[in-house]
């Protein structure tokens, strides 16, 4: 695997790929990798000649109450795991390299955030946008790979690509599960062992939602109290929110006729837990995005 | 000339030449061409294997008090001039093409755009950075072509390609003059016989400006009042501004002890006029970009 650190030699010998006829899979990660991470690299793996995974902890995309300098940093797992992967090159740039100096165009976005778990995190994905739209320009992928856990994130980056013409595919990339339906995250070791047997109900609240829309449900309002009460007779957690949107414009409802999310996110004692499934206005899973 | 109007087609045309190795130079523009445009073309064609121009009037760049409906096109006019400087694809795509859905994501310039002509038209260089995006993620142009008779766009041009780390290489190109020194405008023909007389006592004052700090002075200031001193004793125009900033960050300095721009303009009773020069910290003229 070949790690490279500034922008110059990314951009060149990116050319130089493509030159030859390669095509480019491209996994962007904030590193300190996990299960979900190395599924999108292996689907990147299985359908392009080239393999570019990024590592950087995007300065832009923390808030002001959000720890930018402890977010987690494994260098060695995470380099281990990308080998493991056959990823083919690292793109691992410093801070300084990416932004050498304070952006003086700005990228805000106006739709698809103020919901879900963008409405607490303002300016979140301003800040994906900018570093994604940076990398994009750096590493020229063909296809770019997000996992559907943070479906919001998808939706954002399906704006991004389509309001500026990418000519780049999205492949979102199904939420990697526990054999009980638990959405793996790093942040299910936090769960007491009470809670941990809990926790697949949130996915089970999931399926109930969307087996009222197969069965002919048409409210959104319906089946997101159909959820909420799932989760609070099977937990103890705290409901932060159960929302059912379209998608991917992540807009409210009046009948479930078209592609929708249903998402929640429940707070435990020292585990904050997010899942969602997408599904067609019958009610059967779809593909994310066409 | 190959007449492209769809974006589809536009990417899958550039794929295919740059596949061949072809280098790509590209001219934007909103059409009701001039010779300033020629030379663009020109300087294109020079430098690059495929010439692409492109028309197209961006209703995201004009001001509530702009009048978009009203800018003036002259399609067989322009199809001829771009013939005559041997482009070789014109894109020309509908309004519906560009923008078929309100942008979700914006891009919002914060610096470089509260000064000279941008001050009174709030968010027209959003509007310009958000089509150029667009288009260079259309055209994927090696080089790019702007005239630095817009000298605030080139700079605002300049932050794009910096920050968001596109790999193309800006060519600023030459403000073309009339024999007098006049800038060449197609505002021009608005002026009286009386007021053309004067005009070119523009780029005197310009030229004074500029002797003054090739002899040695230092503080904007005293090259600003002596511009201005010049413009109102040598034409009936009203000064809108004369400024002498650093360039390309088009800042105000205390010192003139880096490149700048000295810009003014002047309003007429039926042409507004604008003219610039950039000089390095000797005076000596500088090329705009490095």
Known sequence: MNIITTIQEMKETVAKLKKDGNTIGFVPTMGYLHEGHRKLMAEARQENDVVVASIFVNPLQFGPNEDYDRYPRDEDHDQKA??????????????????PKEQTIQMIVQRRVNVLCGKSREGHFDGVVTVLTKLFNIVHPDRIYFGMKDAQQVAVVDALLEDYNFSITLRPVDTVR????????????NLSSQERKEAPNIYQALETGKKLVEQGEMDPEVVIEEVSRFIREHTH????????????ELEKVETINRQMILAVAVQFEHARL???IVFSSNGQPSTAIV
């Open 82 to 99: 990308i080998k493991e992967e056959k990823v083919d090159i690292l793109f691992y740039p410093h801070v300084n390299e990416m932004y």
């Open 274 to 276: 997010i899942d969602n």
């Open 237 to 248: 957690g705290k409901i932060d929110y159960v929302d059912c949107l379209s998608y991917p």
């Open 178 to 189: 526990e054999a009980d339906g638990l959405a793996k995250s790093s942040r299910n070791v």
